[in-house]
């Protein structure tokens, strides 16, 4: 398919052979011609690592200080009085055997989920659903717990699940178009640290492979994963990777 003329414009103020820093990148992001909606800013990683390795798998969690400007609608699995806490705590759909096997038969209309430990056994019958789409809930993760109501404000407030892929890429959301500079460098960078935090000592050799800033319709931006921490002023110093 031929790129549309608002992506042709935006690629025109980019240049391909350059990777730039964090400020620049955001700066460019700023200056693209903008969607009819307010796009998502996503970054995306290319890891040095072998997700086949168990040592080397990349995965975790992490709260955006401003949020992913989504909202997100959550399922929590439980009964009783934590099916009540999850209610009010803002989940948007909550039971037991009953919400299961609604998954089962497809009917998925939630983009992450909770549950309290004793609701597993049955999740389970659910994981070639849930698994496949990131979905399925993990202790790892925190999003089971008998604590569910904190989970599902977490989440509501910002809270992201993230995994390397089997290609070794790791992508996620951090922010809309509509987010001022500051908000979108903050969660940049709480994003950056995180993946930098969670290298696997494992992995050998470079481990920030390439790193790429871009909105839902537009072009990527490539980051120096040498720079990668180089971000304005106040929100953090500037660090080699």
Do not use: C, W
Not at 15 to 35: G, H, S
Not at 47 to 55: Q, Y
Not at 166 to 182: A, C, P, T, W, Y
Request: a positive charge; glycine letters at 10%.
């Amino acid at each position: 398919m031929k790129p549309g003329k608002r992506y042709e414009t935006a690629s025109k103020l980019l240049d391909r052979t350059r990777q730039y820093t964090p400020a620049e990148a955001l700066e460019i992001l700023n200056q693209l011609p903008p969607a009819k909606f307010d796009e998502s800013v996503e970054l995306a990683f290319r890891l040095g690592v072998d997700p086949r390795k168990a040592d080397q798998l990349v995965r975790g969690t992490v709260s955006l200080p401003h949020g992913t400007g989504r909202s997100v609608r959550v399922a929590a699995f439980a009964t009783g009085d934590k099916a009540r806490e999850a209610r009010e705590a803002g989940a948007d759909l909550v039971g037991g055997e009953d919400l299961v096997n609604e998954v089962i038969k497809g009917n998925i209309d939630f983009d992450a989920a909770v549950a309290t430990p004793d609701m597993m056994p049955l999740v389970g019958r659910a994981g070639r659903v849930l698994g496949p789409r990131g979905l399925m809930p993990n202790p790892k993760a925190g999003t089971v717990t008998p604590d569910i109501g904190k989970a599902v404000r977490e989440i509501k407030a910002g809270k992201l699940e993230y995994r390397v892929d089997r290609q070794s890429n790791l992508s996620m959301v951090i922010g809309k178009r509509s987010f001022d500079e500051r908000r979108l460098a903050e969660n940049y960078l709480t994003v950056v640290d995180e993946i930098l935090r969670a290298k696997p000592s494992a992995a050998k050799g470079k481990y920030l492979r390439s790193v790429t800033l871009s909105s839902t319709m537009g072009p990527g931006i490539r980051i120096d994963p040498a720079r990668v921490r180089d971000v304005p002023g106040e929100v953090g110093a500037a660090q080699p990777a």
